[in-house]
């Protein structure tokens, strides 16, 4: 069970989650949970850094940012054996989450579970910190974006747990946010497959990290809310393809977290393309969408999307890069939006891009950037126009809930 | 290098700190820091704990006041870092400060500093979170009242260091609390033995406990202002007698954070009092001075002190014994201070301890409760009479500095 920082944000709230593991509990089942830094602790965190550096060490801001989530482990301890029941708390460092030494998006290679499994067996419910871990050599790292629910489904794989269920301020998954969309549905099941292409192209609920996993390790996800009733239903992810109401497109996402890049006066020869992904690879920079203009006397220009918070590090990748293939300028576009539709039906229904085309065309909407996949199409848009292209897609492929 | 948390309370102080380091090490030195919680930071997470719950786990404390160091090592490293030179920080846990299981005052039983070798031979300045440890399996413990101090010392007999440096407030070890005496004098050079029982009578600036590690060790110790030029001499404590001013009476000390804790109608038969404080030792808690009262009628009184920090674990202890040994009642008065005077030169000279009676006598001040060392008498007076007692006695042994 893994509560993100908005539902351990106070000491109410804290209290009230321990009351759900306890009645988890006894009801006989194992119980783990998985927590965040409560409320905004991690940023108030980053802000006491910003003041004394404009660009600190990740080594060290991991050092500082896992004292978040240790501090919800230890008062959530304490607030369950308040209530009565007996708990223990587990650092990342102290449970076996083993990664990688890339501070500030560790990646998790190993989990060595076994203090979990004889907590459990002492019937403690077990509360381990989020988002972090450490290397081999005891280095404390963080995992990033979504990293706590990363921890929560590693951990899940790691003790061969039933179910890994993620809770939040949102009872599931939805065929579109809806704060934009008033007829947007929740949707009860959804694969693996479609849940990644949903989280990468913007739907906020559960990291994509984390959704990769399940799928390697075959963890069952279960979206829910931590103030609905506990007998309440969210949104199940698993491997299997549930698309039990035959939609074509199960939901329209999108995204305006990310940036496009274009590189002007590029040499247009072979490996170019190649050296600067290669450059902003090695920043660990993902970048998302690429598309390469038609060459005009020699020079082509190159765009892609990174997302925002890469920003600084794609800088000095850039620096690096444009000596080393002799671009002209580059320059940043922040007003831009992905929208996205995600379905499983896609792969057996032709046509469904050609009407995603024609939607956003109706309503005066430009496409920059086009990407796809089996089961989605991306396209990059104007930001001012996200919300009316997302409903238009919402009507279009006929998600609107009924009346 | 130790540095408190008033020392490292906010950003500014930080970067001050952070330079000071910085000087130290360009002039050839190799610098290790020890650092306390910024400011308030662990009274706030206490307070947090509360709200909680009034009697949190001391597992789960450990768990959460830990947290209050790492926060600042992690910014010490980032402000040494922004001002150019290189620095690595380190948990407790991570340094290899191992220590028993006894949440909240642990004692330390090992020293594994190989990383803070290895940070050293790259010129990096080691910043280490004072207070806190692991258990031989990797459970997080703190040190208790002082934890820091000791950290420092620890780490100094480990890496064999030339001297630790404890940086506060004041600029050294004074032969009474200025603030109560304003003729005081700063000590240039104190034994470990006077140091410890200046540290164990009230004398604040070193833990007892860091001074008997630096005197097992070897450790010179070196108290400074953390304000001051680094020039400025503060106090050495060494093993040598280096009472070159040849005072009788070095310090008068006093302590008004002690409880006097009465058992009343204690069956006057062998092996009671030994149950009482066997059983106070097994809950952890430090008795200092004990009295037993002449027996009447088969009935005796027992009075000790304990530190008021310790007064939950007392009730529940005594509870245990007072039906263990059959006694009447008990009760707590914490009404009362212990002032004592020490000096090395009390061995060889005869008649020290009267003069100390006579002088209170004179102020019409009661003696309660009188314990000795051979460099040592303190007494046991009314805590309103603590101030006149210090200043009768400043005076009386000619401690006073002259105009």
Same mark, same amino acid.
């Given at each position: ?23 988890? +509990? ?10 965040? +830094?409560?409320?905004? *602790? ?24 896992? @004292? ?17 029941? %007996? $708990? ?6 102290? *449970?076996? =989450? ?54 929560? *489904? !590693? ?18 998954i939805y065929s579109a946010d809806p704060r934009i969309v008033s007829k947007a549905r929740k949707i009860d099941y959804v694969s693996y497959e479609e ?9 906020? *609920?559960?990291?994509?990290?984390? /959704?990769?996993?399940?799928? #390697? ?19 199940? /992810?698993?491997? %299997? ?5 035959? !939609?074509?497109?199960? $939901?329209?996402?999108?995204? @305006?977290?990310?940036?496009? =890049? ?10 170019? +393309? +190649?050296?600067?992904?290669? =450059? ?5 920079? #993902? ?5 390469? #203009? /038609? ?12 997302? %925002?918070?890469?920003?600084?590090? /794609?800088? &000095? ?26 379905? !499983? ?8 891009? !050609? ?9 005066? =909407? ?6 796809? &996949? ?20 919402? @009507? ?8």
């Amino acid at each position: 069970m893994k509560f993100g920082g908005t539902s351990v944000a106070d000491t109410e709230r804290l209290n009230r989650v321990a009351a759900r593991l306890i009645e988890r +509990a006894k009801s006989g089942d194992d119980v783990v949970a998985v927590v965040s +830094a409560m409320g905004k *602790v991690t940023d108030d965190l980053i802000t006491q850094a910003e003041q004394i550096t404009p660009s600190p060490s990740k080594r060290e801001l991991d050092m500082l940012l896992s @004292t978040g989530e240790q501090v919800t482990i230890a008062l959530l301890a304490m607030a369950i054996q308040q209530q009565g029941y %007996e $708990a223990i708390s587990f650092t990342g460092s102290q *449970v076996g =989450i083993v990664t990688d030494a890339v501070y500030s998006k560790a990646r998790i290679v190993r989990i060595d579970a076994a203090c979990v499994l004889t907590a459990l067996a002492q019937k403690k419910i077990v509360i381990v910190a989020g988002f972090q871990g450490r290397t081999l050599d005891g280095q404390i790292t963080t995992l990033g974006r979504g990293g706590s629910d990363t921890t929560a *489904v !590693a951990l899940a794989a790691g003790i061969k747990a039933d179910a890994c269920e993620i809770y939040s301020d949102v009872d599931g998954i939805y065929s579109a946010d809806p704060r934009i969309v008033s007829k947007a549905r929740k949707i009860d099941y959804v694969s693996y497959e479609e849940m990644l292409e949903m989280a990468s192209s913007g739907a906020g *609920v559960l990291a994509m990290r984390s /959704v990769e996993f399940a799928r #390697n390790f075959d963890v069952v996800m279960h979206c829910r809310s931590s103030f609905a009733p506990s007998d309440q239903m969210g949104t199940i /992810v698993t491997g %299997e393809d549930s698309n039990m109401e035959d !939609a074509v497109v199960s $939901a329209v996402t999108h995204d @305006t977290g990310e940036a496009k =890049i274009t590189i002007r006066g590029v040499p247009d020869r072979p490996g170019v +393309a +190649a050296t600067v992904f290669d =450059i902003l690879g090695q920043n660990n920079v #993902n970048v998302d969408m690429i598309i390469q #203009n /038609v060459s005009d006397a020699g020079l082509t220009d190159i765009s892609f999307t990174v997302p %925002e918070a890469d920003i600084n590090s /794609v800088s &000095s990748a850039l620096e690096i890069a444009m000596k080393e293939i002799g671009a002209r300028t580059w320059n940043i576009d922040k007003d831009i939006a992905k929208v996205s539709i995600v379905g !499983a039906g896609m792969k057996t229904h032709p046509g469904i891009t !050609a009407r995603m085309f024609k939607t956003l065309a109706d309503k005066g =909407i430009n496409i920059d950037i086009i990407s796809t &996949s089996p089961i989605r199409v991306s396209c990059i848009i104007a930001a001012d126009q996200t919300e009316e292209a997302v409903r238009a897609l919402h @009507t279009a492929f006929e998600l609107d809930l009924d009346d």
